[in-house]
């Protein structure tokens, strides 16, 4: 098998990498197993060390960076730049704050000394997909190797420059060899890896198709696995929102990284009493978007970033049209351009039987849904199968709180839109996976909770 470097912009191929066989595979994962054995004895202070080493390589080549992810996937460079800053973010944030995390926890069980350490698991291999192909790696990379595990990293199969790239970071650093390594492979070598007893764990972050499949495996395996899958996020705007306010972030809710964000909104769930001025506000705003170079700075909708996305978001609009959907805007593939190019698109009329509402659309699409009060709006919002992020809007700050409790979701936010960040746990339920990224909670969830009781007098 090879693996393709593609420019979604053009269609152009840029570098093709010959797939890694059984052999080097089998090399490698005993080498990042004797790494660990290296690793897992330094003090939390040196970790930090090299991973504000990283951060510090990351600003330095920010533009470098950002250019890469840019022709890599499409994701327009302004936003391909902020993300390599996120990324700066949570190695900085893990470097000050990761050895408290991971103190030990004494606990008074008498004369006697007991308490809980947060010992390494081993390797994990990160299992990371293409849309946010720096970040997705940092956010996860970032605390599994400050609490002393190596990372077997095999992105996704179109970003493999960038894979290489975010290698030589680490191992420019100073990070000792193959305590992050990238593995040039395809999904079929996934279950041999993890088939190995020299693997203690596994991430993903993708489908709720592919984290089923992986989620299997490890079971089989008995092997520890966080999933951050899927997304059709709702975005609920209550008859007493500031539309105005409301909808500048939707734009930005949905349209970030052309609507390839598991954390986008995707299903917009609006109160009967401003449906009208939400959408007619929301379709200027859209209308206007630039479409185009995703090099160039004033590109705000890029490309998707492969052949077969454009194909699958064209047939969720098409399907949805022909059950009843009505386009206000957009709804169709731009021709003229070379490139993975869809016309970013709002859908109204949108009812439970079609596509780009109940699947998840990974594609500059919004789809539109009517809702006559607050309880058919949490209703709505929890009828998916996913339940990774959400979003209320509203003037009443306390009212907007107390829905959060009936939504159904990893996250839920009130006037903001939907961001991971390295401070607060970022994870969903149902569908969308299980487990926690980030924060306290994410950097414990690969690590051994180890009980020590010590009995000093006999």
């Known amino acids: 098998m090879v693996l393709t470097s593609i420019n979604p912009s053009t269609g152009e191929t840029l570098k093709k990498f010959k797939e890694w066989d059984i052999h080097k595979i089998q090399n490698q994962i005993k080498k990042s197993a004797e790494a660990f054995n290296l690793w897992k004895n330094f003090e939390y202070s040196k970790r930090g060390t090299i991973l504000r080493n990283v951060s510090q390589l990351l600003r330095k080549n920010k533009r470098a960076y950002a250019r890469l992810i840019t022709i890599e996937m499409g994701k327009p460079i302004l936003q391909s730049q902020t993300e390599i800053e996120k990324c700066i973010w949570v190695c900085e944030y893990y470097a000050k704050y990761g050895a408290k995390f991971l103190e030990n926890e004494y606990i008074n069980t008498g004369e006697n000394s007991s308490y809980v350490r947060c010992a390494p698991l081993g390797v994990v291999l990160a299992v990371m997909p293409w849309n946010f192909p720096f970040w997705q790696v940092f956010r996860c990379a970032a605390p599994i190797l400050m609490a ?6 095999k992105h996704s199969s179109n970003v493999p420059q960038c894979a290489l790239a975010i290698e030589e970071i680490f191992r420019n650093a100073g990070s000792p060899a193959h305590t992050f390594q990238t593995l040039l492979i395809g999904s079929k070598t996934v279950k041999g890896i993890l088939k190995d007893n020299r693997v203690a764990a596994v991430t993903v972050t993708g489908s709720d198709i592919a984290g089923r499949c992986i989620a299997g495996l490890a079971g089989t395996y ?16 209550l008859d007493d929102a500031d539309i105005d306010y409301t909808v500048k972030h939707a734009v930005k809710a949905r349209m970030i990284n052309t609507g390839q964000s598991c954390i986008a909104a995707k299903r917009f769930i609006v109160h009967q009493k401003v449906f009208k001025e939400f959408a007619d506000g929301f379709s200027e705003k859209v209308g206007k978007l630039t479409v185009g170079d995703p090099l160039e700075k004033s590109t705000e909708i890029g490309p998707l970033a492969r052949k077969d996305l454009l194909q699958q978001i064209d047939s969720q609009v098409n399907l949805s049209v022909q059950k ?7 709804g169709r593939r731009i021709k003229n351009k070379s490139g993975y190019y869809y016309l970013p ?18 594609g500059p699409v919004v789809a539109l849904i009517k809702v006559r009060d607050t309880k058919e709006a949490v209703k709505k919002a929890n009828d998916t199968a996913y339940g990774l992020g959400s979003s209320i809007w509203t003037k009443d700050v306390s009212k907007g709180e107390e829905i959060t409790k009936e939504i159904q979701a990893g996250c ?11 401070r607060l746990p970022f994870g969903g339920i149902k569908n969308s996976g299980f487990g926690r990224e980030l924060s306290w909670y994410g950097i414990k969830e690969f690590v051994n909770i180890q009980t020590v009781y010590v009995k000093r007098h006999w």
Do not use: C
């Open 148 to 153: 002393g595990n190596v990372v077997l990293l």
């Open 222 to 237: 008995l092997k520890k696995v966080v999933l951050e899958l899927g997304g059709s996020d709702p975005f609920i705007v």
């Open 324 to 330: 009843g959907a009505r386009i206000l805007v957009g």
């Open 345 to 362: 698109t709002i859908l109204s009329n949108v009812r439970p039987s079609m596509p780009v509402y109940s699947q998840e659309t990974f």
């Open 412 to 422: 839920v936010f009130v006037n903001d839109i939907v961001q991971s960040d390295p």
